[in-house]
């Protein structure tokens, strides 16, 4: 686990990352049941983390953006810092191999998990900021997030500061005179890791679904699943003007 734990942290940039806490930061709850030597989990730093990954982004935003007005950067960072991304970023670090979670979290996809994703690397962060101080930590941050909010500005150019769910409505209006409508269809996982499902519905063509930790962040996955591939209307609809 020392060499796994030590091979993580080069390949996060920060070979010097205390590896008690790099441990720590991959700790999950569920694994208490099993492991009574473990005292720790990754609640606190995830705690600790999510401040930091929030400040780290606002920053750049700032700096990099200053035509950007505070509602449009207040949006982009909500894309940027959302679980689903965090938990994107997470998977393409298969931080999933290195969680140390119970055999029964495990079993049920606990390693793919969206929110214990995010946990994780906000715990990550979190650990950084405590070990390295700032720099270091915002340093990581931009490696891991700035891809991410070019991957937002760039799909989302013409109408930037609204989010998924504004941009559907608009669309739908315009094209079909229908406003979408959003139910909750599953509530997925543990009561310390809840997951819900949420179906968009514009009348009776498009029918998507998004996951997301709360209900209001799978209605925006739904919705942005939707603009991604409802594009025969918004095709219509640029015809149409």
Known sequence: MSEDIARLACALAVPRLDRDLLLVALTHRSILNEDPTVTATNERLEFLGDAVIE?????????????????????????????????????????GD?????KGEAAAGGRSRPSLLAAALEAIVGAVYLDLGWDTARSLVDRLLVPELR???????????????SRLQELAQAARGLLPTYQVVNA????????????????????????????????????????EKWQPLADQTHRDE
């Open 188 to 227: 997925l996982g543990p009561d310390h890791a809840k997951e819900f499902e949420v179906e968009v519905r514009i009348g009776a063509e498009v029918s998507m679904r998004g996951i997301g930790p709360s209900k209001q962040r799978a209605e925006q996955a739904a919705a942005r699943h939707t603009l």
């Open 151 to 165: 991957r937002v500005l760039a799909s989302d150019t013409e109408t930037p500061g609204k989010d998924s769910k």
């Open 55 to 95: 400040l780290a982004v606002s920053d750049h935003l700032y700096r990099t953006y200053p035509e950007r007005a505070e509602g449009q950067m207040t949006t982009l960072r909500a894309a940027v810092v959302r679980a689903a991304a965090l938990a994107g970023v997470a998977h393409s670090l298969h931080l």
């Open 98 to 102: 290195y969680l140390r979670i119970s």
